[in-house]
């Protein structure tokens, strides 16, 4: 934890303009820091969407809470009405997953939260520059947290994460949480964890998030020309347009359904198109080792048989979506 770690937390602050940024080893840390930061009790449970990594629900268990899973909507994000069906006198937390770098509809979320006297730990690892009503994604709750997996949107060399917050306490817990329970002085103040984020690391986030809005505007163009050459097809639904303007998306990924979707998928890898179902085609009610609550997820059960996410990344070039879409438009043909 040396001078790097200590700018990028000031300039991923500066970014989304919270108080606190906190560096730690991944995203999936800086899930089960946030939550144990608020003290969770033994039997407490958390509402995440089923449609998301397996992390988010892992973090959960590991911070000795039950996850119960919600369904979501069209727009493959957590479904308030299915939030508010999954509510008991247990319920603590409300974790909304910032799904494909889409911002949920937030202001109806924080409405049931307060109705509801539950705290909201937002899970945007995926949704770093999203917004949502010109708020940025993880600056809605207690805390926020960020995943830097190579694969995501700001990404480094290796695993890295961070947690955002507003708040003193969840902060200073999760500065003690990561450094093996540590205070400023050194001093073993609590039991900890060894999730720092890695200097080396810290430096090449820093000098990424320096170009970084200009990389969202390369995805968000790929996502326009996608939606435009696609809209027509009658056989797949296309994720909300990237003008919507109450969000702001940064589409780290392009998540389409598609009607015989195997097929397609077959059709394109033989084209020369790679894609990706995400978490390997189940949602996390269907890992049936982790013994889940799977009732009421209608909408989740029904999307995995047709969800697929087409290639989406800076390097992309424009003919070769249109490419990609003309291989998607003969295949149904
Ligand atoms: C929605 C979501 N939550 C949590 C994580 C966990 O992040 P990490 O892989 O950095 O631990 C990821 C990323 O893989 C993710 O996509």
């Known amino acids: 934890m040396q001078k ?82 999954k509510i008991t006198k247990r319920t603590k937390v409300i974790m909304p997953v910032q799904l494909n770098g889409r911002t949920a509809k937030m202001d109806e979320i924080e409405k049931i939260a307060h109705d509801n006297n539950l705290v909201i730990i937002e899970d945007s690892c995926q949704a770093l520059g999203s917004k949502y009503k010109g708020k940025y994604a993880g600056t809605f709750g207690k805390a926020g947290t960020f995943s830097f997996f190579p694969a995501k949107t700001l990404g480094c060399f290796g695993d890295g994460g961070a947690v955002v917050t507003d708040s003193d306490d969840v902060a200073n817990n999760v500065r003690l949480l ?6 400023e002085n050194g001093e073993v103040v609590t ?47 296309l994720p909300p347009v990237p003008d919507d303007s109450d969000h702001f998306d940064i589409f780290q990924n392009y998540e389409i359904e598609a009607e015989q979707r195997d097929d397609l998928r077959e059709y394109l890898r033989k084209n020369g198109v790679g894609t990706i179902m995400q978490w390997g085609g189940k949602t996390i009610h269907q890992f049936e080792k982790l013994d889940l609550v799977s009732e ?38």
Not at 17 to 41: E, F, P, Q, W, Y
Not at 178 to 183: A, I, K, L, Q, S
Not at 198 to 216: H, R, V, W
């Open 4 to 85: 790097d770690l200590f700018e990028f937390e000031t300039k991923l602050a500066e970014y989304l303009g919270v108080k606190h940024a906190i560096g730690v080893a991944d995203g999936t840390m800086a899930l089960l820091l946030s939550l144990r930061s608020i003290g969770l009790n033994q039997g407490d449970e958390v509402i995440v969407p089923s449609h998301t990594f397996v992390a988010s629900a892992a973090a959960i268990h590991h911070a000795g809470a039950i996850p119960v899973l919600a369904d979501c909507g069209t727009d493959h994000l957590i479904d308030p009405v299915s939030i508010e069906n």
């Open 178 to 183: 990561r450094d093996h329970g540590r205070d």
């Open 191 to 237: 039991w900890g964890y060894n999730a720092r984020l890695d200097n080396l690391q810290a430096a090449i986030l820093k000098f990424k998030l320096s170009f970084y809005d200009e990389e969202i505007s390369i995805r968000r163009e790929l996502a326009q020309r996608y939606d435009k050459n696609l809209r027509d097809i009658a056989q797949i639904t």
């Open 296 to 333: 009421s997820l209608e909408y989740t059960h029904k999307m995995t048989s047709r969800f697929l996410m087409l290639p989406l990344h800076t390097a992309l070039r424009h003919s070769e979506v249109d490419y990609i879409c003309s291989k998607i438009r003969e295949f149904y043909r």
